[in-house]
């Protein structure tokens, strides 16, 4: 596909988020949904193989089913209220979140890097800004599923070898923390949904030049000053303190209103994915010999990656 092509749809990803932000009522919303979807599905032809268009109908048909949910309970709920209920499972089965995550680790699997980066960060904006229009008793429902989801997260990535699948199942773990943000304050959600992405951009932009499958693939990288920023940035994704990881979530701790169930589960899931990104790391650590630390080098770039990591918790401290 030619670049001028792909600047489209990116415009198209771009206003389809403004549009779903700034809707008053649901059919904005749902038109804003449309357009981000089909936005987005012509990007997945990186390569234009077989895998990604098994990719993009495993993401269309999901997509598709939870816009007609949406639009069909919008319609249905101004004379059944009871029935707003099945706007949250649409928007959930566009989110990827458990239990409604089926499509979500397949696409994953099938992806090329950018747009799978693009599916885990820019494609969750949209359904969660439309969620942030929920009432207080559908905000009860998605709670629930923030606590499933979280633990879900959690225990699907334990057992995982696979790069791919590790950051899927870390970003429906993820997602769960996003939805328990929406339910402190607006800024809250912001820093949270920024903080990710940005954690996500640093290991993608890590990962964009090498093929990567497996753990030690991962830090197969004969340089030590990227392979170093690759584990802050993975154990900063598992929130380990005092990584930025860890800020965001303390952030959503203390301002939730949510109740203390959810607030454990979403506390067991956090540790469970933080064991198996530690469990990654300590391996490699271990694995490391006296010539690759002889080689590394502080250089001015680490450093302020370092930094950035660090400086929030720092401010924190500084403030409080």
């Known amino acids: 596909m030619k670049s001028p092509s792909k600047l489209l749809f990116v415009f198209l990803l771009l206003s389809s988020t403004y549009l779903v932000a700034s809707s008053s009522n649901w059919l904005t919303t749902w038109m804003g949904l449309e357009i981000n979807m089909l936005g987005y599905i012509p990007l997945i032809f990186m390569e234009e193989n077989s895998s990604e268009s098994e990719a993009a109908v495993k993401y269309l048909i999901p997509q598709s089913l939870g816009s007609t949910i949406f639009i069909s309970s919008a319609i249905i709920s101004m004379h059944f209220d009871n029935l707003q209920i099945l706007m949250v499972i649409a928007m959930c089965l566009k989110l990827g979140v458990a239990p409604f995550h089926f499509w979500f680790p397949p696409v994953m699997l099938s992806l090329h890097l950018m747009p799978a980066f693009i599916l885990l960060t820019w494609q969750k904006i949209a359904p969660i800004l439309a969620i942030t229009s929920f009432n207080q008793l559908l905000m009860k429902m998605v709670m629930f599923i923030a606590m499933v989801s979280a633990l879900w997260g959690g225990i699907g990535g334990i057992n995982q070898t696979d790069i791919r699948s590790l ?27 920024l903080t990710y992405i940005m954690i996500n951009t640093s290991i993608y932009f890590l990962l964009f030049k090498e093929d990567n499958k497996s753990h ?24 380990l303190p005092p990584l930025i990881g860890f800020i965001m979530k303390l952030l959503v701790l203390m301002f939730t209103k949510a109740k203390m169930l959810i607030i454990f589960g979403l506390v067991i899931g956090a540790l469970m994915s933080l064991f198996y990104y530690l469990s990654l790391t300590f391996s490699v650590l271990l694995s490391l010999n006296k010539m690759q630390f002889t080689k590394f080098q502080m250089s001015k770039e680490l450093t302020l990656f370092f930094l950035a990591q660090i400086l929030p918790l720092t401010l924190i401290l500084f403030l409080f």
């Open 216 to 239: 030690k693939q991962l830090f197969s990288s004969k340089e030590p000053t990227k392979m170093f920023m690759l584990l802050i940035s993975i154990l900063s994704l598992g929130g």
């Open 167 to 193: 950051l899927t199942y870390s970003s429906i773990g993820h997602t769960g923390w996003m939805l328990a943000s929406i339910y402190s304050n607006y800024i809250t959600l912001v820093t949270y949904l």
